[in-house]
């Protein structure tokens, strides 16, 4: 039996623990493909919080409605994958739905190219402040990111690619991810776009 078999039925093995209420279960398919889901929902929506939003609403969606995976109908990973692009568009949408409410009850002689302008600022000043903090990453962290939030690749994938164990993929990602929040949150914060939160 190939090793992707073998992914496969273990795969189906948490989730069916999750539909019995098991939350070690839970807990192992979480850590199996919470970062390439987090990055699929950020290439989709393009903003960190965003995308840890979509990622947090499909896996409580996951923990309380397991039983309605069929196995007869794909993998799980593509299930859950088809559930975070599904709420990563759906909220593309609403952003979107609600960016023309705005616009439309702004006033009807005001130049709506002044906000494209500022959101244009906003938008390269982020991108800026994203390079910014990816450069204080180390290497080995940047590596990580890179692959599995911009390959989308699984933390057990990442391990291979990169040749080191599993669990130096975890330490190192989720480190990655914690300096990467807090630079932007800094980041943000000095340039007065942050709402205290």
């Given amino acids: 039996m190939q090793v992707s078999d073998l992914q496969d039925r273990r795969d189906k093995d948490l989730v069916a623990g999750t539909a019995d209420g098991d939350r070690s279960a839970f807990t192992e398919l979480y850590r199996r493909y919470s970062a390439s889901a987090y990055g699929l929902a950020l290439r989709v929506l ?6 840890e939003e979509v990622l947090q609403e499909v896996f409580l969606s996951v923990w309380r409605k397991a039983a309605a995976y069929d196995p007869a109908r794909g993998s799980v990973r593509s299930w859950l994958f088809a559930q975070i692009h599904h709420r990563a568009v759906d909220a593309v949408r609403r952003e979107e739905a609600e ?9 009807p002689d005001f130049d709506g190219g002044f906000d494209d302008v500022i959101e244009e600022g906003w938008l390269s000043a982020r991108r800026e402040q994203v390079r910014g903090a990816l450069a204080e990453l180390s290497a080995e962290q940047r590596r990580m990111i890179d692959l599995a939030y911009f390959e989308g690749l699984t933390q057990t994938q990442v391990a291979k690619e990169a040749g080191v164990p599993l669990g130096t993929v975890k330490s190192r990602t989720l480190a990655a991810m ?5 630079a932007l949150h800094a980041a943000a914060s000095e340039d007065g776009w942050t709402t205290g939160s």
Avoid: K, Q
């Fill in 46 to 51: 393009g903003e960190p919080a965003m995308a």
């Fill in 99 to 107: 960016r023309r409410r705005s616009h439309i009850n702004t006033e």
């Fill in 178 to 182: 914690r300096r990467l929040r807090e």
